[in-house]
């Protein structure tokens, strides 16, 4: 009865593989959760793929991919940042040119080497399951660290995050945050390359954050939830792609996918809107003057602060408030 799940765990290479999806879907989630609620979406999906021409000239120079690949992103990250501060474009507007000229630049890159390189297309999709110790071992260092940078400043990123101006006011570097903010974004995409690959890296970093932005108004809970989303979906998505024979990458992502669904789904059956407490509580959807938007402080001009406890600071278990013709 117990054969089917406990078979899988006799393979050295799918207890690295259970041990990776788990780590990788922590990190991505709690990152993911602050994306969402800065709109950055899109963001995750830029990062990823500006990642690509580090990975080939890692290759090219025998390198180690996670170097290449986290310089391509934490640059383009940066740069991103600083075009859209200094350049007067709008966000969107500097992903959208630099994502694809770093993607052309790889594949630039990926034609000049002589013979077919398949090791550089499971980057593409995802080859978690080929996944070394020593590989297992660079991801956990790095996701430890990204934990470790948010778990210090949280606090910090959440008051930027639903009211720029008022840390800003309070003392704080806002822009060197922001520009932090989009750091840690490339090092979680470098860390989840190898499980779920460049193209759908985006779906692990969205998926369980808007997932439990559906059950919750609570920051705090929200991230309990992503998080609770983002370790146990890729341990199913990996026994359902062992059971079916499948890409484990792509398996995975559709298992939030589908949960994603079942939640929105449910909610609509029961007659419930999603609660929309802490997308409401940020700035308002900006027009086509607005630079707002993009996830930047200086472009977004917030509705209200975030509720705080009795000390003054970011409550994180707190709701939300909402918009007063929802109540």
């Known amino acids: 009865m117990m054969g089917p799940i406990l078979d899988p765990l006799g ?18 989630a709690v990152v993911g ?18 990642a690509f021409p580090g990975v080939v000239v890692a ?19 940066l740069l991103i940042g600083w075009v859209t501060r200094r350049g007067g474009l709008r966000g969107d507007t500097a992903i959208g040119v630099l994502f694809a000229g770093m993607f052309a630049l790889g594949v630039f ?6 013979n077919y390189v398949g090791d550089l297309f499971g980057f593409l999709f995802g080859e ?6 020593g590989d297992l071992l660079a991801l956990v260092a ?18 930027a995050t639903f009211d720029p101006l008022g840390a800003a006011a309070s003392g704080l570097p806002v822009a060197r945050l922001d520009y932090l903010f989009l750091a840690l974004i490339a090092i979680t995409i470098v860390v989840s390359l ?14 369980p954050a808007a997932t439990a932005q559906l059950l919750t108004r609570s920051f705090g809970r929200l991230l309990l939830v992503a998080a609770g989303i983002g370790i146990v979906a890729p341990i199913v998505g990996l026994y359902v792609s062992y059971w079916a024979d499948a890409a484990s990458g792509a398996t995975i992502v559709l298992v939030e996918t589908a949960l994603f ?32 938007g993009d996830g930047f402080a200086e472009s977004r001009v917030p509705r209200r602060s975030p509720p705080t406890s009795g000390s003054g600071s970011v409550a994180l278990d707190e709701p939300m408030p909402s918009d007063p013709q929802e109540e």
């Open 59 to 77: 290759y090219m120079l025998k390198g180690p991919f996670y170097i290449g690949a986290a310089v391509a992103s934490v640059a383009t990250a």
């Open 11 to 28: 393979y050295d290479f799918f207890l690295r593989a259970l041990a990776a999806s788990a780590v990788v879907g922590l990190v991505c």
């Open 128 to 133: 978690v399951l080929g996944i070394g110790f």
């Open 33 to 50: 959760s602050y994306m969402v609620l800065r709109g950055l979406a899109f963001m995750g999906d830029a990062l990823s793929h500006a």
């Open 261 to 292: 669904l079942v939640v929105l789904a449910s909610r609509q059956l029961a007659g419930r809107r999603p609660h929309v407490g802490l997308r409401r509580s940020l700035p308002a959807e900006p027009d086509a003057s607005d630079a707002g």
């Open 109 to 114: 890159l990926f034609s000049l080497i002589p």
């Open 142 to 159: 790095l996701a430890v660290a990204v934990l470790a940078a948010v778990a210090i400043l949280w606090k910090e990123l959440l008051y």
């Open 194 to 207: 190898q499980a779920v690959g460049i193209i759908l890296v985006v779906a692990m970093l969205v998926t």
